[in-house]
C-alpha cells in the first residue's frame, strides 16, 4: 500500500475512532471472559485472546506499521473517554517527563516477575485482575493529566513499542520546506478537525517514531498538507540517533534478559534447573528461587552490555555507560526477533485454541483436536530464522552506529559490540533447540 493511500485513511473522519471502538468491544469482552468465564486457562476465551493471538502478534504490528497499535489501544480510548468527562487536564509533572521511561523500565521488569511468581498467564483470573489494574491506572491518569500522559510516561508497553517502533517500516514525518513558514503549530496544538498529538510531539520536527501512533491528527490538522507517510527500511531509524538515551538502551537490554527467562521458565527442562537452583540455595520456594534467576537474567545482559562499552571505549574515548547508551540501541532488532521467535510457538502450536474457546462460547464442545497450526519442526526453523534476520539486523545497525559517530575508530569500536551480538544469539538458538511447554 502507497503512502498516499495511508494518508487518505488516516485523514478519514472516523478514523481511528472506529477501529477504537470496535477494539474497545473485544476487550470488554476479553476482561469479562477473564474474570467471570472458565477458570482454565485451557478452556477461557480471554486467555487465548490475550495471550495466544494479541501478545504474540503486537510486536509484528510494531516492525510493520510502527506504534500504530497505540491509536486504537482500549487502554488510551479509556483514557481519552475519561478526560473528556472528569479530566481537568493538568500539566504533565516534571517527575514523569524526566523518569517517565525509567518507571516503564521498572514496570515491565516487574510485571515480567510477578507473571512468573503468581502465574499470572496462566490463570485467567490473574490476567483479568492485571487488566483492571492497568485500566484504573490509565483512568487516575486521564483524570488528572493531560492528553495520554499514561501512554507517553508510565505504559510498560508503550516503552516497549517506542522501542520496537523504531525499526517499523512505515514512518510519518513533516516537509521541513513547508513547515519553515507556517505559524500556526496546528500539528500539535490541535484544531477544529482533531485534537493535537495525544503523545506530546510536534511533528513538524519530530525525527522517530517512538513517540508517533499514526492517529492521524496532525494530517488531520495541518494546513498546508507537509505531513507525508512513506516506507522505509526497517531498523534504519537506529543508526542516526543523535541523542541516546542511556534508559532507552537499558529498556533494549532488559528485554533481552526477559526473553532468556520467558524461554528458560517453558522449556521441558526447567525443572530440573530449578531443582538444582533450589539445592544451591537451600529453599524450594519457587518465588525465591525465580527471583534469583529473574536478578541474574537481568544483571548479566546489563553488566555484559557496559563491559562490551568499556572495551570499546578504550577507543573511542567514550565511557562504559556512553557507549551502552549509543550501542544498546542495536540491541533491539535482536530482542524483536527473540520477542516473536518466542511467542511464534504459542500463536502456531496454540492457536487453534482461539477458534475452539470462541465456539465454546456458544456452546460448542470441541475436545479431543490438536491445537497447533503446523508442526514443531516448521516453528522451530521459523524460529531460526528469525533469529538470524535478528542477528543480522543487530551486526549492522551496530555497524552503521559505529561508522556515524566514530568514523576512523568505527571498526575497533563495532568489534566487542558483534562478539556480545553473537554471544547473544548463540544463546537464543540454543533455548529455541530445546523442546518448549505450551501455554495453555
Not at 494546513?223 to 527500511?233: A, G, K, T, V, Y
Not at 529473574?294 to 563491559?307: D, G, Q, R, S, Y
Not at 516453528?379 to 530464522?385: A, G, K
Amino acid at each position: 500500500m502507497k503512502g498516499a493511500t495511508l494518508k487518505k485513511i488516516l485523514r478519514f473522519a472516523w478514523f481511528p475512532g472506529l477501529l477504537q471502538w470496535l477494539v474497545l468491544g473485544v476487550f470488554t469482552v476479553i476482561v469479562y471472559q477473564l474474570i467471570a468465564g472458565p477458570g482454565s486457562a485451557h478452556d477461557n476465551f480471554g486467555t487465548a485472546m490475550t495471550w495466544v493471538l494479541w501478545w504474540p502478534v503486537i510486536p509484528l504490528i510494531f516492525v510493520i506499521f510502527g506504534r500504530f497499535w497505540c491509536a486504537i489501544c482500549p487502554f488510551a480510548t479509556v483514557s481519552d473517554l475519561v478526560q473528556k468527562v472528569v479530566g481537568v487536564n493538568g500539566k504533565v509533572p516534571n517527575f514523569l517527563k524526566k523518569y517517565g521511561i525509567w518507571l516503564i523500565d521498572l514496570f515491565f521488569i516487574l510485571i515480567t516477575w510477578a507473571d512468573h511468581v503468581w502465574g499470572i498467564v496462566e490463570s485467567p483470573r490473574g490476567s483479568g485482575i492485571l487488566l483492571l489494574l492497568i485500566t484504573t491506572g490509565v483512568i487516575i491518569a486521564g483524570s488528572f493529566w493531560e492528553r495520554r500522559t499514561w501512554c507517553r510516561y508510565l505504559c510498560f508497553l508503550g516503552g516497549l513499542a517506542g522501542n520496537y517502533s523504531r525499526t517499523g517500516a512505515l514512518q510519518l514525518r513533516a516537509t521541513p520546506e513547508i513547515c519553515a513558514n507556517c505559524k500556526t503549530l496546528a500539528c500539535y496544538k490541535g484544531g477544529e478537525k482533531a485534537p493535537g498529538c495525544p503523545l506530546f510531539e510536534v511533528p513538524r520536527t519530530m525525527e522517530t517514531s517512538a513517540t508517533c501512533n499514526l492517529c492521524g491528527n496532525c494530517i488531520k490538522n495541518c494546513p498546508n498538507d507537509s505531513l507525508q507517510l512513506s516506507w522505509r527500511l526497517p531498523t534504519s531509524e537506529l543508526w542516526f540517533i543523535r541523542k541516546p538515551r542511556l534508559e532507552e538502551s537499558f529498556l533494549a537490554v532488559v528485554i533481552m534478559g526477559i526473553v532468556f527467562v520467558q524461554n528458560v521458565t517453558m522449556l521441558e527442562i526447567w525443572q530440573k534447573w530449578q531443582k538444582s537452583l533450589e539445592h544451591i540455595l537451600g529453599t524450594t520456594n519457587y518465588g525465591v528461587t525465580f527471583t534469583v534467576l529473574f536478578l541474574i537474567a537481568m544483571t548479566l545482559p546489563v553488566a555484559a552490555t557496559w563491559l562490551t562499552g568499556k572495551l570499546a571505549g578504550l577507543f573511542n574515548g567514550e565511557s562504559g555507560w556512553q557507549n551502552f547508551a549509543r550501542f544498546g540501541y542495536a540491541l533491539i532488532p535482536l530482542d524483536l526477533a527473540g520477542h516473536v521467535a518466542h511467542n511464534l510457538f504459542h500463536i502456531l502450536a496454540e492457536g487453534k485454541n482461539i477458534w475452539y474457546t470462541f465456539l465454546a462460547l456458544f456452546g460448542h464442545e470441541t475436545h479431543g483436536g490438536s491445537p497447533a497450526l503446523v508442526g514443531n519442526d516448521t516453528i522451530q526453523i521459523l524460529q531460526f530464522i528469525l533469529i538470524g534476520l535478528g542477528a543480522i539486523g543487530s551486526l549492522y545497525t551496530a555497524w552503521r552506529i559505529a561508522r556515524t559517530n566514530y568514523e576512523q575508530k568505527a571498526l575497533a569500536s563495532w568489534l566487542p559490540v558483534s562478539i556480545l551480538i553473537a554471544i547473544l544469539t548463540a544463546i537464543n538458538i540454543y533455548l529455541f533447540i530445546l523442546p518448549m511447554a505450551m501455554r495453555m
